[in-house]
Structures are given as C-alpha cells and as structure tokens.
C-alpha cells in the first residue's frame, strides 16, 4: 500500500511559475510509474505527465510541454511537477498517482493507476 501525500499549489498570475509536490510512504516508488493529472471543474481528469516504471522516460501532454518538468527521487521517495509559464488553462486541482503495473501505453490513462494522492489547487489568474 502506497500513500501519497501532495503539497504546493497555489494562487499565481499567469506567467508565474509553481511546483506541485507528491511524497509517498507505505512503499518506495522504485519500479512504480508515476503520473500527475489534473481535473478543472466540470471537466474529466487529465494526464499531464508521467514517468514509466523504470523511471527511464517521461511524457507529456502536448499543451505543457516545454512548460512543465516532472522529476522524480526513488531515494528520497517523491515526485515533482515544476510549472513555468503558467496559464489561465492550467487552472485545476492536480493529482499524483502511482501505478504498480502500468505499461507505457496505459501511462496517459488514470484508471491504470492505484493509488492517489489528494489533490493540490492550481489557480492562474491576474
């Protein structure tokens, strides 16, 4: 069992830069993947970034790439979600999730995750 507890997030003007923050007990993150989504009001949830198990490669989605830095510290058992140039679009609640058994293929879908943390409000606007 992995716990997933979030910090960061906040109130920025667009342009601003933030980091959202995921730490995991229970369990080290080594061998899981690790997502970040994020739900706007009355919208699905969303992948935004992810690392495979193997921790070798990261996605995106299109909208946040160049923009948005996950890392991940099998060490220190954390992952990070480091935004610049923020938007107004990027306004949501973020998530972190772990997955035991996601395939890179699945790494975009939320269903394939197990485990949550508990969402971190990301507000853009002037």
């Known amino acids: 069992q992995v716990q997933l507890v979030q910090s960061g997030g906040g109130l920025v003007q667009p342009g601003a830069s933030l980091t959202v923050s995921c730490s995991a007990s229970?369990?080290?993150?080594?061998?899981?993947?690790m997502g970040w989504f994020r739900q706007a009001p009355g919208k699905e949830r969303e992948f935004v970034a992810a690392?495979?198990?193997?921790?070798?490669?990261?996605y995106y989605r299109d909208s946040v790439k160049g923009r948005f830095a996950f890392s991940r510290d099998n060490v220190k058992n954390t992952v990070s979600l480091q935004m610049n140039s923020l938007k107004p679009e990027d306004t949501a609640v973020y998530y972190c999730?772990?997955?035991?058994?996601?395939?890179?293929?699945?790494?975009?879908?939320?269903?394939?995750?197990?485990?949550w943390g508990q969402g971190t409000q990301v507000t853009v606007s002037s």
């Open positions: 999730a772990a997955g035991r058994r996601v395939i890179t293929s699945e790494l975009i879908n939320p269903a394939a995750y197990d485990f």
């Open positions: 690392s495979s198990r193997s921790g070798g490669n990261t």
């Open positions: 229970g369990s080290t993150l080594r061998g899981y993947a």
